[in-house]
């Protein structure tokens, strides 16, 4: 345990902080903005020991940094004031922001091989929850940064900006959501070049006869949860009439589930990917892609057949929450349930809204319980993407193969929602290398991290840096 690297043992020791978050219902009480975490106590301790072990960070005139909501800290990385550039170039360059989250979501530690927040290395792998979602990230991010700035020979050539939020888990209510006006305060009318947060990542066993794919999200699906109710006359179940709430709710959602929501290809993230990928496809369906303003039918068919890939070309929607009777013998009044949607960038929530009332008919109410469109999608003609891109591959320069590097659609949500208002484009990427079995293991038991690969999510973050916002400092 001692050969290892001083990086991965600080990864190691916050993966022990027991940062679970959670949804809460209620007024906060007397741990206010941490109050949405099990153990508040545990995130107290996190902000003091990486405070500790980055002063360069923390304690820096290079840097202003700001604890939102006793949670989340928003940290302003300065230009530095002997970097000598040109009044124009000062007024061109906007700064961008980056984000991570603290907090994670609830383990059965039963379930796992080793405790979840023990840090147990083994086999080459950290293992703890965090690992991947998304502590991984924070501490690769103040690595990364802390290295630069230490360097004598480097100077920021430009202001930028770092939230690590603590409670992205739960919707982000107290952390993203209040880090944001704060951002907005400081910028005073001026926008974000671009933010990058998590999201996508490199499948090693992308497709068969394929090499590795680098998946940047340009774009994330929105949310919409609807709560279905129906209300009729109840009574005693020994005198039943031929309908109820309950079996007209039934009905309702049977319609619902078997309602197939529109498909979308040309002109999508789907399509982004597809021309990216194409030169390793057969030469007939790089045909197809190459004319896909004709092909489009046959090849959203194509792409249906696989329940993954499918769900990137439309808005998606699933019965999670139902409730109605009291009593074994009594014919409830009401029943209700709740569909989860997720929100195609090509649909929004009015549309989903209109379309869920006209296949559940009149005698069903729907009303929104809550709901967030998708944002827009995101150029890949920028300096940002390019950026990016060249830190991508030269990350993982020396992998064989090489992983193919291309933009893509994020299914889950992230953090960077609550700050879409502020930048034209959003870029979700953490250069985790995995296979498809590991991707259960974020959220699910046994998340764990590569040693080798955590090294190389720093230096992915170092050299996206360094392109991004230092420059050879000048005396």
């Given at each position: 345990m001692n050969d290892l690297p001083d990086c991965v043992k600080r990864l190691q020791k916050v993966i022990q902080f027991r940062t679970v978050s959670k949804s809460l219902r209620f007024e906060t009480g007397e741990n206010h903005g941490l109050d949405c975490l099990e153990l508040p106590e545990t995130m107290r301790k996190m902000h003091s020991y990486i405070k500790s072990e980055f002063p360069s960070v923390f304690s820096s005139e290079k840097t202003n940094v700001e604890l939102i909501n006793d949670g989340s800290f928003l940290i302003h990385v300065k230009v530095a004031n002997n970097f000598q550039q040109s009044i124009d170039q000062q007024q061109n360059q906007l700064p961008f922001l980056l984000v991570a989250h603290m907090d994670v979501v609830p383990t059965k530690d039963d379930e796992w091989k080793h405790p979840p927040f023990d840090g147990v290395i083994e086999d080459g792998f950290l293992y703890g929850r965090g690992s991947l979602d998304d502590k991984s990230a924070v501490m690769a991010i103040l690595e990364a940064l802390s290295s630069l700035m230490i360097d004598e020979s480097l100077a920021c050539t430009r202001d930028f900006y770092i939230a690590l939020t603590h409670d992205?888990?739960?919707?982000?209510?107290?952390?993203?959501?209040?880090?944001?006006?704060?951002?907005?305060?400081?910028?005073?009318?001026?926008?974000?070049?671009?933010?990058?947060?998590?999201?996508?990542?490199?499948?090693?066993?992308?497709?068969?006869?394929?090499?590795?794919?680098?998946?940047?999200?340009?774009?994330?699906?929105?949310?919409?949860?609807?709560?279905?109710?129906?209300?009729?006359?109840?009574?005693?179940?020994?005198?039943?009439?031929?309908?109820?709430?309950?079996?007209?709710?039934?009905?309702?959602?049977?319609?619902?589930?078997?309602?197939?929501?529109?498909?979308?290809?040309?002109?999508?993230?789907?399509?982004?990917?597809?021309?990216?990928?194409?030169?390793?496809?057969?030469?007939?369906?790089?045909?197809?892609?190459?004319?896909?303003?004709?092909?489009?039918?046959?090849?959203?068919?194509?792409?249906?057949?696989?329940?993954?890939?499918?769900?990137?070309?439309?808005?998606?929607?699933?019965?999670?929450?139902?409730?109605?009777?009291?009593a074994a013998n009594v014919i409830p009044s009401e029943c209700w349930a709740v569909v989860n949607c997720r929100l195609h960038p090509n649909d929004t929530s009015d549309s989903v809204m209109e379309m869920t009332r006209s296949v559940v008919g009149p005698d069903v109410t729907v009303d929104v319980v809550d709901k967030c469109d998708p944002p827009k999608c995101s150029s890949t003609d920028t300096p940002a993407y390019s950026s990016l891109v060249n830190a991508i591959k030269a990350t993982f320069a020396n992998c064989d193969p090489q992983p193919i590097v291309a933009p893509g659609l994020l299914t889950g949500q992230t953090d960077s929602r609550h700050f879409k208002h502020l930048a034209q484009n959003i870029y979700r990427f953490n250069p985790f290398w995995l296979k498809r079995a590991d991707i259960e293991r974020i959220h699910g038991h046994d998340e764990r991290i590569a040693i080798s690969n955590y090294e190389q999510q720093i230096e992915f973050f170092k050299l996206f840096l360094r392109d991004a916002a230092f420059s050879q400092s000048f005396p």
């Amino acid at each position: 345990m001692n050969d290892l690297p001083d990086c991965v043992k600080r990864l190691q020791k916050v993966i022990q902080f027991r940062t679970v978050s959670k949804s809460l219902r209620f007024e906060t009480g007397e741990n206010h903005g941490l109050d949405c975490l099990e153990l508040p106590e545990t995130m107290r301790k996190m902000h003091s020991y990486i405070k500790s072990e980055f002063p360069s960070v923390f304690s820096s005139e290079k840097t202003n940094v700001e604890l939102i909501n006793d949670g989340s800290f928003l940290i302003h990385v300065k230009v530095a004031n002997n970097f000598q550039q040109s009044i124009d170039q000062q007024q061109n360059q906007l700064p961008f922001l980056l984000v991570a989250h603290m907090d994670v979501v609830p383990t059965k530690d039963d379930e796992w091989k080793h405790p979840p927040f023990d840090g147990v290395i083994e086999d080459g792998f950290l293992y703890g929850r965090g690992s991947l979602d998304d502590k991984s990230a924070v501490m690769a991010i103040l690595e990364a940064l802390s290295s630069l700035m230490i360097d004598e020979s480097l100077a920021c050539t430009r202001d930028f900006y770092i939230a690590l939020t603590h409670d992205e888990e739960v919707k982000g209510s107290f952390g993203a959501q209040q880090v944001a006006p704060r951002l907005a305060e400081i910028l005073d009318g001026k926008e974000l070049e671009f933010i990058l947060d998590e999201g996508l990542i490199v499948l090693e066993d992308f497709r068969p006869g394929f090499p590795p794919a680098a998946m940047v999200g340009i774009c994330e699906k929105g949310h919409l949860d609807m709560k279905l109710t129906v209300k009729t006359h109840g009574g005693h179940s020994s005198i039943p009439p031929s309908e109820t709430a309950v079996t007209k709710l039934c009905d309702a959602l049977s319609k619902l589930n078997a309602y197939k929501f529109p498909v979308y290809l040309y002109n999508t993230p789907m399509h982004q990917t597809l021309l990216a990928l194409s030169p390793h496809f057969p030469a007939v369906q790089r045909s197809m892609i190459k004319s896909i303003n004709t092909t489009d039918y046959v090849l959203k068919k194509i792409i249906s057949r696989d329940p993954i890939t499918s769900t990137l070309m439309q808005t998606t929607k699933v019965t999670t929450l139902i409730s109605g009777g009291t009593a074994a013998n009594v014919i409830p009044s009401e029943c209700w349930a709740v569909v989860n949607c997720r929100l195609h960038p090509n649909d929004t929530s009015d549309s989903v809204m209109e379309m869920t009332r006209s296949v559940v008919g009149p005698d069903v109410t729907v009303d929104v319980v809550d709901k967030c469109d998708p944002p827009k999608c995101s150029s890949t003609d920028t300096p940002a993407y390019s950026s990016l891109v060249n830190a991508i591959k030269a990350t993982f320069a020396n992998c064989d193969p090489q992983p193919i590097v291309a933009p893509g659609l994020l299914t889950g949500q992230t953090d960077s929602r609550h700050f879409k208002h502020l930048a034209q484009n959003i870029y979700r990427f953490n250069p985790f290398w995995l296979k498809r079995a590991d991707i259960e293991r974020i959220h699910g038991h046994d998340e764990r991290i590569a040693i080798s690969n955590y090294e190389q999510q720093i230096e992915f973050f170092k050299l996206f840096l360094r392109d991004a916002a230092f420059s050879q400092s000048f005396p």
